[in-house]
């Protein structure tokens, strides 16, 4: 089975500060990790996915996350934080042999606050 | 592409009464996915179809929840009859199975506010 953790419920930045939105994940083979925002009242978003290549992702909004196997990680990281990133954010993992496009297993979310 | 539309935004009934959340996915897209989301369990994959086929459907609570898809353009989860704790938001979204950069990519959208009273 797939999991994912998201281990902060809330980060907290200050505008300008850089930040970091963790997340691990357990699968069998090859991930295909994705982060995901969610903004109030609003369906969610994609930022960026890994699926191979390097292990440094580059995704919308100025967003990048790095790929850890060895750490089964995948952290969301940002250099400048906005205020308008303030947001809820998803991360979210699936195999490779479940098919093309199926299911993708989320984790719980973490609010990220920034202010200024 | 207008992206993926569901109706209504919002919904308020009473308990025992019949709920119908609709979605239209992004054309071309022949994976579709029905999502709830709640305080208290999160982000639960409800249904998911293949070409309008349902796929796998063990995230649907109980009975009382269907989904269909009668077309590639169209699908429909229904509630009967509604319970108070089914009040969430539900999410539909679309993948496409092919697409250099948009393979694996599910596109959400807006929701479906249910409140059963």
């Known amino acids: 089975a797939q999991s994912v953790a998201q281990p902060e419920d809330q980060v907290n930045v200050a505008e300008g500060n850089p930040l970091t939105v963790k997340c691990t994940y357990s699968?069998?083979?090859?991930?295909?990790l994705f982060w995901y925002v969610q903004y109030p009242n609003r369906g969610l978003q994609f930022l960026l996915k890994y699926i191979t290549g390097d292990n440094l992702v580059k995704g919308s909004y100025g967003f990048e996350a790095e790929f850890n196997k060895s750490q089964t990680s995948f952290h969301l990281k940002k250099p400048s934080a906005l205020v308008s990133d303030s947001a809820l954010y998803f991360c979210a993992v699936r195999g490779p042999s479940a098919g093309t496009a199926s299911k993708l297993t989320f984790g719980t979310g973490t609010r990220l606050q920034v202010t200024l | 592409d207008a992206g993926v539309i569901q109706s209504p935004r919002h919904e308020v009934t009473e308990m025992g009464q019949e709920v119908t959340l609709r979605c239209k996915p992004i054309s071309g897209h022949d994976y579709l996915f029905w999502y709830r989301q709640t305080m208290m369990r999160g982000l639960e994959l409800l249904i998911y179809?293949?070409?309008?086929?349902?796929?796998?459907d063990s995230g649907m609570p109980e009975d009382r929840f269907s989904a269909k898809m009668p077309n590639a353009s169209f699908s429909t989860l229904k509630i009967q009859p509604s319970e108070p704790r089914d009040s969430a938001v539900y999410f539909c979204a679309s993948s496409p199975s092919s697409g250099q950069g948009s393979k694996n990519i599910q596109y959400f959208g807006a929701g479906t506010r249910l409140s059963v009273l």
């Open positions: 179809f293949n070409n309008n086929v349902p796929i796998d």
């Open positions: 699968v069998s083979g090859n991930p295909y």
